[in-house]
T-cell receptor, first 115, second 114 residues
Framework: NAGVTQTPKFRVLKTGQSMTLLCAQDMNHEYMYWYRQDPGMGLRLIHYSVGEGTTAKGEVPDGYNVSRLKKQNFLLGLESAAPSQTSVYFC??????????????FGQGTRLTVV | AQSVTQLGSHVSVSEGALVLLRCNYSSSVPPYLFWYVQYPNQGLQLLLKYTSAATLVKGINGFEAEFKKSETSFHLTKPSAHMSDAAEYFCAVSRSTGFQKLVFGTGTRLLVSP
């Protein structure tokens, strides 16, 4: 089983460039998330989605946009990359059972460096 | 709102020693609690979860955690550390009703020496 797949795994951007990170899950999960991980700060939620066509802001949404046109895909966009966006990005998905959101399943991460 | 505090950014143990990683939570409603492990250059993997059934939860790789409501704690333990346990561990909290995104602690890096 593929689970949650992130593309690409590594990327170097120049300041001001744009890019899109792709997340795909094959578990038919309702919920999807984008987190960023920085040393000493744990994982911070950027944006999330509770279903196809819906997105919402998380803890640190500035400088990012997202789209969820299909249930299995969740895209994270950087319109104008800044060095402060150098981080490791994780996508996750979770399912809904008995009216409760359960544990999240994570991708392998995308290491992004903005120079 | 939910939040998690992990005490100690680094914990060092010798191989064979007890592992204790601390997690305290804050939640306005009954929480669901999780421990995740992250090995170098990998994603997060679920170790165990508490979802209001048994308060002592057993997970993979010999880890367990006990939910203590009176102490608002969910500490992770393992009786005997192995070199392969060296990783970063994250505690996370969610609510037990309706939709709630996971809120993570800042992580504890476990170092195991021979």
């Amino acid at each position: 089983n593929a689970g949650v797949t992130q593309t690409p795994k590594f990327r170097v951007l120049k300041t001001g460039q744009s890019m899109t990170l792709l997340c795909a899950q094959d578990m038919n999960h309702e919920y999807m998330y984008w987190y960023r991980q920085d040393p000493g700060m744990g994982l911070r939620l950027i944006h999330y989605s509770v279903g196809e066509g819906t997105t919402a802001k998380g803890e640190v949404p500035d400088g990012y946009n997202v789209s969820r046109l299909k249930k299995q895909n969740f895209l994270l966009g950087l319109e104008s990359a800044a060095p402060s966006q150098t981080s490791v990005y994780f996508c996750a998905s979770s399912y809904f059972r008995d009216r409760v959101n359960t544990e999240a399943f994570f991708g392998q991460g995308t290491r992004l460096t903005v120079v | 709102a939910q939040s998690v505090t992990q005490l100690g950014s680094h914990v060092s143990v010798s191989e064979g020693a007890l592992v204790l990683l601390r997690c305290n939570y804050s939640s306005s409603v009954p929480p669901y609690l999780f421990w995740y492990v992250q090995y170098p250059n990998q994603g997060l993997q679920l170790l165990l979860k508490y979802t209001s059934a048994a308060t002592l939860v057993k997970g993979i790789n010999g880890f367990e955690a006990e939910f203590k409501k009176s102490e608002t704690s969910f500490h992770l333990t393992k009786p005997s550390a192995h070199m392969s346990d060296a990783a970063e561990y994250f505690c996370a909290v969610s609510r037990s009703t309706g939709f709630q995104k996971l809120v993570f602690g800042t992580g504890t890096r476990l170092l195991v020496s021979p």
